[in-house]
C-alpha cells in the first residue's frame, strides 16, 4: 500500500507577482524550489495564508536569488503582490520508505531568501 506525505515545503512566502493573462502555474526562485527538494513542472499545492484560498498547480523556475513568487492564470484570482502563502508537494510511499523520510521545510524571510531548512 502507498500513502501519501509532505515532501517539500516553502513555509511563508511573500506572493511577489500576480499576472492573470498568462497560461498557469506558480513561479518560484530556483533557490527555493531546490531547497525544498521541488523540480520544475512538479504538481504542488498551495495555501493562502492571507485570505484561506487553497489552489494546486505546477512550478515554474524563476530566477535563481531573485526571490520571485509569481501567481500566474486563474489562480492570479486567488492570490495577489503581499500575500503570504505556503507551497507544498506531497510524495506516495511505500510504508518501508517511511523510517528514511524526512520532508524538507524551507522558512524564509520577507525578501524570500531561506533562513533555515528543517528536515
Given at each position: 500500500?502507498?500513502r501519501?506525505?509532505l515532501k517539500?515545503?516553502?513555509?511563508?512566502?511573500t506572493?511577489?507577482?500576480?499576472?492573470l493573462?498568462y497560461?498557469g502555474?506558480?513561479?518560484?526562485?530556483?533557490g527555493?524550489m531546490e531547497?525544498?527538494g521541488m523540480?520544475?513542472?512538479?504538481k504542488?499545492?498551495?495555501?493562502?495564508?492571507?485570505?484561506?484560498?487553497?489552489?494546486?498547480?505546477?512550478?515554474?523556475?524563476g530566477?535563481?536569488g531573485s526571490?520571485?513568487i509569481?501567481v500566474?492564470g486563474?489562480?492570479?484570482r486567488l492570490a495577489?503582490?503581499?500575500d503570504?502563502i505556503?507551497?507544498t508537494?506531497?510524495?506516495?510511499?511505500?510504508d518501508h520508505e517511511?523510517?528514511e523520510?524526512?520532508p524538507k521545510?524551507?522558512?524564509?524571510?520577507?525578501h524570500?531568501k531561506v533562513?533555515?531548512?528543517v528536515?
Amino acid at each position: 500500500m502507498q500513502r501519501v506525505f509532505l515532501k517539500g515545503k516553502i513555509h511563508q512566502a511573500t506572493v511577489t507577482e500576480s499576472n492573470l493573462h498568462y497560461e498557469g502555474s506558480l513561479t518560484v526562485d530556483r533557490g527555493l524550489m531546490e531547497a525544498a527538494g521541488m523540480l520544475p513542472y512538479e504538481k504542488v499545492e498551495v495555501y493562502n495564508i492571507t485570505n484561506g484560498n487553497r489552489f494546486s498547480t505546477y512550478l515554474i523556475e524563476g530566477e535563481r536569488g531573485s526571490g520571485i513568487i509569481a501567481v500566474n492564470g486563474a489562480a492570479a484570482r486567488l492570490a495577489q503582490p503581499g500575500d503570504l502563502i505556503i507551497v507544498t508537494s506531497y510524495a506516495m510511499m511505500d510504508d518501508h520508505e517511511l523510517p528514511e523520510h524526512k520532508p524538507k521545510i524551507v522558512l524564509i524571510n520577507s525578501h524570500n531568501k531561506v533562513k533555515r531548512v528543517v528536515s
